[in-house]
């Protein structure tokens, strides 16, 4: 299982072919219009350095690159059109590190789950149950790691009090009971806390569901300032950062369709208290 936001070798993404040729592509452009590196990262906004690696296929562009180049370049099209297609080697933790980036100043962020608790909800003893079960094994160095960067994380929660945060997680993840009784005591206690903030909703998925619109698994949505919307996918060795608008718009309706399908606010919190009295 992927543990959310783990640890990485690198800053940047491992390189693919589509990294590489959209960065020849930029940097053909480039050399055509009679620009260098630093003269073109001026006006785009980003150091030569950057412009360097973007180039070499060995750093991800950020979502709206192609369109600053594009304007920049020429408005031929190529980069705009060939964007949506990036992809890179598998390795959450890049693609991790640029949505926390996002994450950081969202103003809505919605996250279904089935699989864990998501990172911003959990505890510390049911973090350190997910680092030490992870396979290969942490070292204590990395454990401590990873649950100082979470700690920081769910200070959004509080910190952010105008960011609108939506969870739906699906009622098997309290009934698993990770990491012991008491654990799971300890987990459902913040749960409830976090979902009495005015700013947070918690729905739950009832483990009986007849008709569920999130079975392809789990997703996050995220809105900037400028209302432009991003998600997030992980899966078991790699994450996905999706940025198309198209794609992005299937997600948001699927996202729409659970919160029709799970257990209204009332009735979640009602379900925690039961669970958690059942203990």
Known sequence: ?????AVGTGGEPESSDSLRTF??????????????????????GLSKHTVA????????????FAERAETVLGNTGALRKA?????????????????????ATAI??????????????????????????????????????QWVARAERQQLLRKQPNTAFGFILEEQLFLRRTGGVQVTRELID?????????????????????????????????????????????????GMFVADSKEISVLQRRYARMRSQALTLEDSVSLLERMRGAL
């Open 190 to 238: 913040h749960v409830l806390e976090i979902a009495a903030l005015r700013n947070v909703e918690v729905q739950i998925m009832p483990l009986v569901q007849e008709s569920h619109a999130g079975l392809a698994g789990p997703v996050q949505l995220l809105e900037t300032p400028d209302n432009k919307w991003f998600a997030y996918c992980e899966g078991q060795r790699g």
């Open 53 to 64: 690696s973007i180039e070499l296929g060995r750093r991800m562009p950020d979502p709206d």
């Open 1 to 5: 299982m992927v543990v959310e936001g």
């Open 83 to 103: 964007a949506p297609c990036l992809t890179r080697q598998p390795g959450l933790a890049a693609w991790f590190r640029r949505w926390a980036r996002l994450e």
């Open 108 to 145: 809505t962020l919605y996250t279904y789950e089935c699989r864990l608790i998501p990172g911003l909800l959990q505890t510390e003893a049911y973090a350190r149950t997910l680092f030490t079960d992870q396979l290969p094994p942490l070292s204590d160095e990395q454990i401590e790691a």
């Open 23 to 44: 960065g020849a592509v930029v940097q053909a452009l480039r050399e055509h219009k009679g620009l260098s590196r630093e003269e073109f990262g001026d006006l785009v």
